[in-house]
């Protein structure tokens, strides 16, 4: 018997192969199609918006926030301060600082806020909302805190080859509202 996490690491490191075999045009155009689904997006009426700075090969969703900003939602950037995530308000003029494991986000002196949608990279998805993430287990924890006192809404922003027929889910985690690929939009939830 292997156990969930083991599964789970053989789903992640499978994913994340494919995902590191893209050709290197089909990456960026999956990128720039994010950005035309914008709209489908379930986004309340000036919501705070969590995206994400691409490191690696994950998709890039910049021309997508741009979109969503342009829209009027409010963005923000994780930084990872252990033992999860916290917040930081993005503008188009932040100065961005080191903010864990390879990543960026703006620097300290900008200011916290609290998402009320994250958009989540992740390594591998099913078409039930399950995810698997890079196994530190950072979102997984930043939205036990955050919703203590209420819903966040979470989308997983990834490249159509990362879906797996069916992921190991754990009682820690918490499903997906949607998933966002070059695709489009797909709703897990009522939300
Ligand atoms: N762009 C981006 N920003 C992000 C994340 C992310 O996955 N992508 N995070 C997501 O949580 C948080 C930061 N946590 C991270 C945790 C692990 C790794 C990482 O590179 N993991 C290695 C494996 C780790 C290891 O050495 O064991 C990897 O995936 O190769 C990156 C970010 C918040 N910001
Ligand atoms: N709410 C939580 N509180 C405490 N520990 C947690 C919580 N959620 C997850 N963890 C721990 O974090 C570790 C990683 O969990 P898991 O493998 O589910 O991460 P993941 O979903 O791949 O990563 P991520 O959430 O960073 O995208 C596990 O050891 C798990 O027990």
Redesign the pocket.
């Known amino acids: 018997m292997t156990s969930l996490a083991e599964q789970k690491n053989t789903l992640r490191q499978e994913a ?1 192969r494919r995902r590191r075999a893209m050709d290197p045009v089909a990456r960026v155009e999956a990128g720039l199609a994010l950005a035309h689904h914008a709209q489908e997006l379930p986004l309340p009426a000036g919501a705070i918006v969590a995206g ?5 090969d ?1 998709i890039d969703p910049r021309p997508l926030l741009e979109s969503v900003r342009s829209a009027g939602h409010q963005l923000c950037l ?1 930084v ?1 301060v252990e033992p999860h ?1 916290i917040f930081r308000a993005f503008y188009r003029d932040s100065v961005f600082e080191p ?5 960026y986000a703006p620097g300290a002196d900008g200011e916290e806020v609290r998402p009320d949608v994250l958009l989540m ?1 992740l ?1 591998a998805f099913d078409g039930f909302g399950n995810r698997i ?4 287990g ?2 997984d924890k930043a939205l036990a805190a955050l919703e203590v006192d209420r819903k966040v809404h979470c989308i997983g922003v990834a490249f159509g080859l990362q879906e797996v027929a069916s992921v190991p889910a754990e009682p820690h985690d918490r499903p997906l509202d949607g998933i966002l690929t070059e695709a489009g939009y797909r709703r897990f939830s009522n939300l």
Do not use: N
């Not at 993430?133 to 530190?136: D, I, R, S, T, V």
């Open positions: 994340l994400f700075w691409p490191i690696r994950e994780p990872v995530l903010a864990g494991f390879g990543t990279p390594a993430g890079y196994g530190k950072h979102y």
